[in-house]
């Protein structure tokens, strides 16, 4: 009995917060009825410590420090495979997003290479309207204080055109710009 989970009432906080969680995702957890069809689909279940139908049931059963903790909401990809299979409509990639935002404002960031890697890959998106691979990498190494790695494979990369070293400017920047800036309105990074 050590390892038993004691259930207990679910708190005014994690009530108001989980209420916050679904109206960020446009979507309620109590359709959710554990039909598992979210997580069969998901192409990262496999490296998650609480897969997509666990993280609802956490929030189901008031446990949102769980969630907010749970690596899964960084392993994520947001491919929105679960939320498409989904026989309830229930939109799991909106929830799992707003559940990874939330650990962001709080600081509950388990892994800090995977919130440098995000803020790496945005900044690219946000400056350039797409992913320029070698300011990402740079971005990322420095951040990350792993200077030289993967500094073998630029050359060969370069050579084979696999990677540019100027980035790439999209057309339609100004469109991607005024997501970020509506995002930011609405409480993002």
């Known amino acids: 009995m050590a390892n038993a989970v004691k259930l207990s009432p679910t708190g005014d906080r994690q009530k108001a917060l989980i209420s916050r969680l679904e109206k960020e995702a446009g979507t309620s957890i109590n359709l959710c009825y554990q039909c598992g069809k979210c997580t069969a689909g998901c192409p990262a279940a496999f490296a998650m410590d609480y897969p997509p139908r666990q993280v609802i049931r956490l929030l189901q059963l008031g446990f949102v420090d769980e969630a907010l903790n749970a ?22 990639a909106a929830l799992m997003d707003a559940v990874r935002r939330e650990a962001l404002a709080q600081n509950r960031i388990t892994d800090k290479k995977v919130a440098a890697f995000n803020k790496a890959f945005l900044n690219g998106v946000k400056w350039f309207g797409r992913t320029y ?57």
């Open 133 to 189: 691979e070698a300011g990402l990498t740079l971005q990322y190494n420095t951040a990350t204080k792993q200077f030289t790695k993967d500094s073998e494979l630029g050359l060969p990369m370069y050579l084979k055109g696999k990677l540019g070293i100027l980035p790439e400017r999209i057309k339609g920047r100004d469109a991607v710009r005024k997501i970020f800036e509506r995002s930011q309105e609405k409480g993002g990074e």
């Open 71 to 92: 690596e899964s909401v960084w392993i994520c990809a947001s491919c929105e495979t679960c939320s498409s299979r989904c026989p309830r409509g229930v939109d799991i």
